[in-house]
C-alpha cells in the first residue's frame, strides 16, 4: 500500500538527507540498547520519523495495514527510542531501542531467528 501524501514537520535539514524508496519510505534496522541485538526492521516515511524523533516512541509505516503504528501500542511490546543515527548515504536509520517484551510479532525477542547455511571456502 502506499504512503499518503502527509505534510509534516519533520526537520528540512533531515528530510533533505533522506534517500527514499519509489513509494516514500526508508528501511529502519532496530537495535536493542545494551545488548546490541538487532530485532527487526521496519519502514518510514517522513511523518513516522518525525514523531519517533519528538516523542521517544518507535513509530513506523505499515505496509501492509497502509496505516502508522506505533510499536507497542496493542501488543504492549513497547520500544522507547534511546538514538536515531542516519547511514552515510542516507537510505538507511538505526533506531536503538530499550525493548519491552518481544519485538518480533511471532512472540520472539528478535525477527532473525532462521540462520541460513554459509559455505566457507
Known amino acids: 500500500m502506499a504512503v499518503p501524501d502527509v505534510e509534516t514537520s519533520l526537520d528540512p535539514a533531515i528530510a533533505a ?48 495495514r497502509g496505516e502508522y503504528w506505533v510499536k507497542g501500542a496493542t501488543s504492549g511490546h513497547h520500544q522507547h527510542v534511546k538514538r536515531v543515527s542516519l547511514d552515510c548515504d542516507g537510505d538507511a536509520l538505526l533506531v ?21 547455511p554459509v559455505e566457507e571456502k
Open 17 to 64: 538527507r533522506l534517500k527514499r524508496t519509489p513509494d516514500g519510505l526508508v528501511a529502519a534496522i532496530v537495535q536493542e540498547h545494551g545488548s546490541g541485538d538487532v530485532l527487526m526492521l521496519a519502514w518510514m516515511d517522513d511523518e513516522a520519523l518525525r514523531r519517533t524523533l519528538t516523542t521517544g516512541r518507535a513509530t513506523y509505516w505499515s505496509r501492509s
Open 96 to 116: 536503538t531501542v530499550v525493548q519491552t517484551g518481544a519485538a518480533c510479532h511471532t512472540g520472539t525477542h528478535t525477527c532473525f531467528t532462521d540462520d541460513l
